[in-house]
């Protein structure tokens, strides 16, 4: 059973960053799909971003697009995700999910995930 614990969120205004960290524990051995998702009151869980464990591979939602780094560090079984020039609209509830799939399967569509950790807020203020 995978587990998955996100950290990191936090206050920031307008142009500032945050990394956000997701630990995770309990992986077998094949590579997974991990993707970051956000989720503003009263809206839909949008994806953000997804990471191929088993490649590396890489893909932005357009929204984030320049501005949101993901990342991993297979030694530590942590995802990253590095976001600057933050904005008032990137305030939300910033989750972590994993699917033993590839990316190109699953891409950033939330329903397609079946691990997901427990969330962490990130506010931005103008």
């Known amino acids: 059973q995978v587990q998955l614990v996100e950290s990191g969120g936090g206050s920031v205004q307008a142009g500032g960053s945050l990394r956000l960290s997701c630990a995770a524990s309990?992986?077998?051995?094949?590579?997974?799909?991990m993707g970051w998702f956000r989720q503003a009151p009263g809206k839909e869980r949008e994806g953000v971003a997804h990471?191929?464990?088993?490649?590396?591979?890489?893909y932005y939602a357009d929204s984030v697009k320049g501005r949101f780094t993901i990342s991993q560090d297979n030694a530590k079984n942590t995802l990253y995700l590095q976001m600057n020039s933050l904005k008032p609209e990137d305030t939300a509830m910033y989750y972590c999910?994993?699917?033993?799939?590839?990316?190109?399967?699953?891409?950033?569509?939330?329903?397609?995930?079946?691990?997901w950790g427990q969330g962490t807020q990130v506010t931005v203020s103008s």
């Open positions: 309990g992986y077998t051995d094949i590579s997974y799909c």
């Open positions: 990471i191929y464990t088993g490649g590396g591979s890489t």
């Open positions: 999910a994993a699917v033993s799939v590839w990316c190109v399967v699953a891409g950033l569509d939330a329903h397609e995930y079946n691990y």
